[in-house]
């Protein structure tokens, strides 16, 4: 028989197009919209192009079974992720989201704008991301506590302080990341503060990440507004989402003037022409689980939520949702999001033909992973920040990114989406290249 080991049955004839079926653009929902991002971003990539393949795969993705006893003492299995997407210029990093929705190409697309995200404001980090499919509300605190800790268990081997970092996301919190830490430490021998980021500040969290995403929101969103002469005092704010990124950025654009005149949330859609009392609010969500039923507010259709008279939108709760039917409607001038992937391709090219500047989630919900680094370095050092060295920090790296970006949009005549990938995905393969392929 003749030799088999031929280019051909070894696959060395592969077309680089031609990706695996899991890795296509088609019906894959947000990783479809990843993809779509990257032809976008590729005429502008130059030499540095040829290693645009490297942005389409995931460095390595992990599916584990995640089992755990009920309270009612059965067995239930759910099925977690752990994607890391690239990690050629540092270690993976990104959030864990515990949602019933959460699928593999979810997951990927996610890990896949964290790799842009923490490129395009300069964090010596790669992007990953992981989600258990599960909704969380539906579990005591007992099963909660389970479930994350065997997921922590199962994808213990791929996360470590200088392999893979997770964070909090959608449904996830320091006390998640508490035991999160200690499953992985357990496991260990040795007491890893460095694991996870968005820790509780007791066990080496950082103060100000809880606000950080919100306070990254707000940042730029102001200088944004500041560059198509939008005033923040007196302008009219629309956030979907009242979780720890809707909830603060609304804060703080109020604290400077702005007036809150619709929140969405998954429980329901609140209206006042006369502005809803933001801290009453918050308080209320906290202790409510949402915002129906707030007091003083006129309830409206969900679907009126996107052609509600305002200047600034904030969608701050999942992706895929400003979509081409609704972006025709939308009245902001300004798009801020504080989600990651709210926007479909279709929707973002309506928006660019109505001229609403749109402010994308790989900057706008930066500040997040931007106190995560800071975290990050805090434990590795065993030294711990101010309040107001950490603030004062992110909002000077959110606003050089910001300035960079926008200088590349007006340099190349792009979108803010386009030109933050253009920095991004830039960054990350020019160190795909210095460091070459092994073996
Ligand atoms: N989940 C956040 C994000 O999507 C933060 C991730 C992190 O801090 O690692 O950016």
Redesign the pocket.
């Known amino acids: 028989m003749a030799n088999k080991n031929t280019e051909s049955n070894v696959g060395l004839q592969q077309s680089t197009h031609s990706l695996p079926s899991y890795l296509q653009a088609d019906n894959l929902g947000p990783w479809g919209t990843f993809l779509n991002q990257v032809d976008r971003v590729t005429p502008y990539l130059g030499n540095l192009s040829r290693w645009v393949e490297t942005l389409k795969r995931p460095k390595k993705a992990l599916i584990v079974d995640v089992p755990i006893h009920l309270d009612n003492g059965t067995v239930a299995h759910f099925e977690g992720y752990r994607v890391q997407h690239n990690t050629s210029r540092g270690p993976g ?5 515990f949602h019933q929705d959460v699928t593999l190409s979810e997951v990927m697309a ?1 890990s896949a ?2 790799s842009v ?1 923490n490129a395009a404001v300069n964090l010596p ?1 790669g992007g ?2 992981g989600g258990i499919r599960v909704d969380p509300k539906l579990l005591s605190r007992g099963e909660l506590e389970r479930i994350t800790r065997r997921y922590t268990s199962e994808i213990g081997s791929i996360i470590g302080p200088t392999k893979d ?6 449904n996830t919190d320091a006390q998640i990341m508490a035991w999160m830490m200690d499953t992985y430490s357990m496991n260990e021998g040795s007491t890893s503060t460095g694991v996870v ?2 820790k509780p500040i007791a066990l080496g969290g950082s103060l100000g ?1 809880r606000e ?2 919100g306070r990254g929101v707000f940042t730029v969103g102001t200088k944004a507004a500041n560059k198509i002469g939008l005033t923040i005092q007196g302008s009219k704010l629309a956030v979907q989402g009242f979780g720890n990124v809707g909830s603060i950025a609304a804060q703080l654009f109020v604290e400077a003037g702005a007036i809150l005149v619709s929140v969405q949330d998954h429980t329901g859609t609140i209206y006042s022409g006369s502005g809803l009392d933001v801290a009453f609010l918050q308080q209320y969500v906290q202790s409510q689980g949402g915002v129906a039923g707030f007091p003083g507010a006129e309830v409206i259709n969900p679907n009126l939520f996107w052609q509600v008279d305002c200047d600034i939108l904030i969608p701050a709760a999942l992706e895929g949702q400003i979509t081409k039917d609704n972006a025709q409607l939308i009245k902001a001038s300004m798009v801020i999001e504080g989600a ?1 992937g709210p926007t479909t391709p279709e929707a973002d090219d309506i928006l660019v033909d109505r001229n609403v500047l749109v402010i994308p ?1 790989v900057i706008a ?2 500040g ?6 800071f975290e990050w370095v805090q434990d590795f050092s065993s030294f711990f920040w101010s309040e107001k060295e950490i603030n004062a920090r992110l909002v000077s790296i959110m606003n050089d990114a910001f300035e960079s970006i926008w200088n590349t949009a007006q340099k190349h005549q792009v979108t803010l989406r386009t030109a933050t990938f253009i920095i991004g995905c830039s960054r990350i393969l020019q160190a795909r290249e210095e460091r070459g392929l092994y073996p």
Do not use: H
């Not at 990093?93 to 989201?97: D, L, S």
């Not at 970092?165 to 959608?170: G, H, N, S, Y």
């Not at 997040?368 to 680094?373: F, I, R």
């Open positions: 990093k990104g959030g864990v989201r996610l704008w964290m995200k980090f990953a991301k970092i997770p964070a909090p996301d959608v980021t968005g990440r950080a995403t990651n989630d919900n930066a997040g992973v931007t106190v995560s680094y």
